[in-house]
């Protein structure tokens, strides 16, 4: 297997997760937050994928989704357009309301397509490169993937386990 198709792999479970949480909900039940201040499915599938769109747009030198292709008019937030949910207040993951899933989902398979095309093209030394000289030790694309992985795979997790909730409750 060769690192293309290992990071294909990752974001497609990312997909699927993603798809497994959210898919056939309602607006309501995509916005129900289990406990005050608490995250609900509609924010973290939105965040997830804002983050993924935000970190490998970055790392390919390309456009994101979100503002290319029109999603962020779609959802018509009242967010800044370059806003990624991190660091977001209670009120501010309460404003993150979308009118379906497939609006959701939707967005994420745009990113999840980009991503893949991306990755696709990767090769083992392409993973060395450095994205980011902010951080010490300076992050590589590697790194960079991995980590975008991994926050994902988490908040797939939690909104998960927010859709148990609501179909338990």
């Known amino acids: 297997m060769t690192s293309a198709q290992l990071l294909t792999d990752a974001f497609g479970r990312i997909r699927e997760?993603?798809?497994?949480?959210?898919?056939?909900?309602?607006?309501?039940?995509?916005?129900?937050?289990?406990?005050?201040?608490?995250?609900?499915?509609?924010?973290?599938?939105?965040?997830?994928?804002?983050?993924?769109?935000?970190?490998?747009?970055?790392?390919?030198?390309?456009?994101?989704?979100?503002?290319?292709?029109?999603?962020?008019?779609?959802?018509?937030?009242?967010?800044?357009?370059?806003?990624?949910?991190?660091?977001?207040?209670?009120?501010?993951?309460?404003?993150?309301?979308?009118?379906?899933?497939?609006l959701l989902t939707g967005y994420h398979d745009a990113v999840h397509d980009r991503t893949v095309a991306y990755v696709s093209t990767l090769d083992d030394g392409d993973l060395e490169r450095v994205v980011d000289r902010s951080w010490d030790p300076p992050v590589t694309l590697g790194v960079r993937l991995i980590s975008v992985i991994s926050d994902d795979l988490q908040h797939a997790g939690q909104a998960a386990y927010v859709r148990g909730l609501i179909e338990r409750g």
């Open 17 to 102: 997760a993603v798809h497994g949480a959210a898919g056939g909900l309602t607006a309501r039940q995509l916005a129900h937050r289990p406990a005050d201040g608490a995250n609900s499915i509609a924010w973290l599938v939105w965040h997830l994928t804002r983050i993924q769109d935000d970190h490998v747009a970055g790392a390919a030198g390309t456009g994101q989704a979100w503002t290319e292709d029109g999603w962020a008019g779609r959802f018509a937030l009242p967010l800044d357009a370059s806003d990624i949910g991190y660091g977001h207040t209670a009120d501010e993951v309460a404003a993150v309301r979308v009118e379906s899933a497939d």
